[in-house]
């Protein structure tokens, strides 16, 4: 499987330098060098170059590698619209991949709610966050920008007498322009992933 992951790695990068366009650097936003392309992507320095990606050094020949060369092929001049924020079930055609989405970008936050909010600061440091809009819920909220044309807004309810923790995920109002649904997903799984690495 993981051959299989690089072999398409490989494929999106052939692809996107095949033609490349003269704006990817704008369009991405990215630090443009020669061929390659720097931004920060998952909390980490991204490098897209013709013979790979990667992630403060490491080589991604994974599911992050196909999904950072997915972000690069999908590269679009407009800008991110945050605000309003919407529910991954509100984008069409999202409901194959609703299950998963619930199961491992919210309920695996839910275990770690409060180390979350104990280290929310340097979460918000590390994922380019910022304090969520006015008119929000939660018990605490923040905004983190994984990728950067597409921000997640992360809901936080701690536990109490009556109910058990909670978590919710919404996404940058237009965030569908710059990938598909399945990656989408996955965008929000690895951002969980990574705000549980960063309140360990």
Same mark, same amino acid.
Do not use: W
């Given at each position: 499987m993981t051959d299989n992951y690089a072999r398409i790695v490989r494929s999106n990068l052939e692809r996107l330098y095949l033609d490349l366009s003269p704006d990817l650097a704008r369009k991405l936003p990215a630090r443009q060098s020669g061929e390659r392309f720097e931004f920060d992507a998952f909390g980490a320095k991204c490098e897209i170059r013709p013979d790979g990606i990667l992630l403060d050094t490491e080589p991604q020949d994974g599911p992050v590698g196909i999904l950072l060369s997915l972000y690069a092929l999908g590269a679009q001049s407009e800008l991110c619209v945050p605000e309003p924020f919407k529910a991954f079930k509100d984008f069409p055609d999202s409901m194959p991949y609703a299950g998963a989405f619930v199961t491992h970008t919210q309920q695996i936050l839910v275990p770690y709610v409060e180390n979350i909010e104990k280290n929310h600061g340097g979460i918000m440091e590390s994922l380019k966050g910022r304090p969520a809009p006015a008119g929000v819920g939660g018990d605490f909220v923040f905004v983190v920008y994984p990728l950067p044309k597409i921000a997640l807004c992360y809901i936080f309810y701690m536990a109490d007498d009556d109910f058990p923790a909670s978590v919710t995920c919404l996404y940058?109002?237009?965030?569908r322009q710059?990938?598909?649904? /399945?990656?989408?997903? /996955?965008?929000?799984?690895?951002?969980?992933?990574?705000?549980? /690495?960063l309140c360990k």
């Amino acid at each position: 499987m993981t051959d299989n992951y690089a072999r398409i790695v490989r494929s999106n990068l052939e692809r996107l330098y095949l033609d490349l366009s003269p704006d990817l650097a704008r369009k991405l936003p990215a630090r443009q060098s020669g061929e390659r392309f720097e931004f920060d992507a998952f909390g980490a320095k991204c490098e897209i170059r013709p013979d790979g990606i990667l992630l403060d050094t490491e080589p991604q020949d994974g599911p992050v590698g196909i999904l950072l060369s997915l972000y690069a092929l999908g590269a679009q001049s407009e800008l991110c619209v945050p605000e309003p924020f919407k529910a991954f079930k509100d984008f069409p055609d999202s409901m194959p991949y609703a299950g998963a989405f619930v199961t491992h970008t919210q309920q695996i936050l839910v275990p770690y709610v409060e180390n979350i909010e104990k280290n929310h600061g340097g979460i918000m440091e590390s994922l380019k966050g910022r304090p969520a809009p006015a008119g929000v819920g939660g018990d605490f909220v923040f905004v983190v920008y994984p990728l950067p044309k597409i921000a997640l807004c992360y809901i936080f309810y701690m536990a109490d007498d009556d109910f058990p923790a909670s978590v919710t995920c919404l996404y940058s109002n237009n965030a569908r322009q710059f990938l598909a649904n /399945d990656a989408l997903a /996955d965008v929000g799984e690895y951002t969980s992933k990574k705000i549980i /690495d960063l309140c360990k």
